[in-house]
Each structure stands twice: as C-alpha cells, then as structure tokens.
C-alpha cells in the first residue's frame, strides 16, 4: 500500500548496497538512461554532487554527444524492474559504442544481461514497491556506483532523523486546499529535480494533472499564458500555483518568485508558498518530497482513486507489445 511505502520510506536508507559483477572507475561525465521513476534518483544526487556532470537520457539510443564527451563517460543504465524497454536500448547502444557501463535493478532482462556481459550492476531490494517509492534505494545505489561514500553516509543518517509521518497533516492540509484545481510546482531550476518530483508523485499517485516550470526561464514566457482576459479566462481558471520557496537560492530568483506570486494574485489565481527545510541538502530534499507524496496520496484518496497503480501505464504497455 501507498501509505505504508511513504511510512517506511526512511528505512531505505539503511541498504547498503553490492556491486557484483566487476569494477566501476571513477568519471567525471554519467550519463544515466532511465524512464519515470526510475530517472527520479539521478535527477536528485545531481543536486548533491556538482562535481559529476549528469546527462539524464529518457529515450531510445544514446543522447548527442561528441566523441570527445562519449570518451570520457561511465553510462548506467537505471531500470527499477529491469524490463523498461527504452532503458534496454540504451543500454545495447551503450555497448555497441564500446562504453564502460553499469547497472541498477531490482532484476529483470537488465540484470540478466549485465550478468551475462560481465558489466558491474547493484541488484535493488525487491519489496514490491512502485519504482517512484523507491527513491532512498535507487539514490544509494547510484551514489555507491559512483564511489561517493561520504555522500552515502550522509544519507544513511536519515534513517533516525527523518520521520516521514511527521509530514502527514502538511500534505493531507494541502491536498484539501487543492481539490477541484490542477497543480503548477515552481521552483528555482536549482531545485528542478525536487518539482518534477512533486510533480510526478501528484500525476502517478494523485492521478490528476499536474505541470512544473522553474525560474527565471517561466518569467520569460510561461507566465504570460496566465494573462488572462475575456474569453481566455476559463483555461486558466482552475489552476493552483505551488512555490517552492529556498532561502538558498540566488536573491534575484527569491525576489522573481515573490514578484510572480503577488501578479498571479492580482489576476485572482490561487498562489501557495512552500517553503523547503534549511540545512542540510539531503533533508531538505527529502523532507520536500515526502510531502508531494503525502499530498498525492491524499489527493487520490480524497477523489476516490487507487494511489499505488498505475493502470494506464500498464494498459500502454499491452498496447506497445501488440
């Protein structure tokens, strides 16, 4: 159940994970081919090791590099149950551009090959869990494929400091205050990755529309689409903005995002400010997402849909076999 995966969710960082099947050395550019949730960690640890260039690819193939960037790179492929096929063909193109590669899956046709190609992988825990729940153990295993043990123990210490119940009545008041609305997460693009989450979580377990941007870039474009008047009033009508407030970000974003709030305002939209942890970056990035996932849980539950599955993912995937 839902409720009980978000109740748990902290233990994920006790997993101390095992890389089988040979070495992976150290690069300074990853690319991390993943779909859904199973891009969600990469998106996360990018935040906390800036050191690393990411480039997360959510495709078929491998993305546009030169040969010089493709020289210098480690490719992990990242599928939560191993079998997502965009993420196997990568993974094949990987290989057939002579790429030193890595793994991480709870099984699967992903780890049947890395095995049989003798390419490192990290076997995840297989709890039963949707792939978007499983971000604790997708994140230590990432950061264990990449040798970051000071990160790793970082994160180990939320297992006794972050109570994920304690953010319960945040997303169950908020899910309330949005019923009958379609929520807009904006966030600093530093905090990009902690949007989309929110964002997801609401599309995958809410089952409700749900959009994001960042600044600066929305105030260059997006926002004019709210400029309501006449006729154009209803398409916006039912809209509800959620800022996600850093006191870390650069001072022109923080003052752009109060700017942006009291226009939205003028033009008679619903604005919320919520405001991520101070302190440490882990627990202000998984503080914040376990309240998008208390509030799309509250958000299924409050128009009567199931929070764990997804059926219309899985009836695509029929489709796509057919």
Request: proline share 3%.
């Given at each position: 159940m839902m409720n009980e995966a978000i109740k748990q969710f902290a233990s994920q960082f006790a997993f101390e994970p095992e890389i089988m099947g040979g070495h992976v050395g150290e690069y300074r550019r990853v690319i991390i081919a993943g779909m859904g949730g199973s891009h969600l960690a990469a998106d996360v640890v990018k935040m906390f090791i800036p050191e690393i260039e990411?480039?997360?690819?959510?495709?078929?193939?491998?993305?546009?590099?030169s040969n010089e960037e493709f020289a210098s790179c480690l490719f992990i492929a990242s599928s939560?149950?191993?079998n997502t096929e965009e993420t196997l063909d990568a993974f094949a193109a990987a290989k057939a551009r002579g790429l030193p590669r890595a793994a991480l899956s709870v099984g699967g046709a992903l780890i049947a090959q890395a095995e049989k190609e003798l390419v490192p992988y990290i076997r995840l825990p297989s709890t039963g869990i949707q792939p978007?729940?499983?971000?604790?153990f997708m994140a230590i295993a990432l950061l264990k494929l990449l040798r970051k043990e000071t990160e790793l123990s970082r994160l180990a210490g939320l297992v006794e400091s972050l109570d994920p119940r304690a953010y319960s009545d945040a997303g169950a008041a908020l899910a309330s205050r949005m019923r009958g609305r379609v929520p807009v997460i904006y966030s600093s693009r530093a905090n990009s990755a902690i949007a989309l989450n929110w964002k997801i979580k609401l599309n995958e377990t809410g089952k409700i529309p749900a959009f994001w941007n960042v600044f600066p870039e929305l105030n260059h474009n997006e926002m004019t689409g709210f400029d309501a008047v006449g006729e154009t009033k209803p398409l916006s009508?039912?809209?509800?903005f959620v800022l996600l407030q850093d006191d870390n970000d650069h001072p022109r974003v923080q003052k752009r995002m109060q700017f942006t709030d009291r226009l939205l305002r003028d033009r008679g939209?619903?604005?919320?400010?919520?405001?991520?942890?101070?302190?440490?970056?882990?627990?202000k990035v998984f503080a914040s997402l376990l309240t998008a996932d208390w509030t799309a849980y509250y958000t299924a539950t409050g128009y009567g849909s199931e929070p764990n599955e997804v059926p219309m993912v899985e009836e695509f995937k029929k489709l796509m076999k057919t």
């Open positions: 990411f480039v997360i690819h959510s495709d078929y193939g491998l993305p546009a590099l939560y149950s191993g978007r729940s499983a971000l604790g009508a039912n809209f509800y939209f619903t604005v919320e400010t919520v405001a991520l942890e101070e302190g440490d970056v882990f627990r």
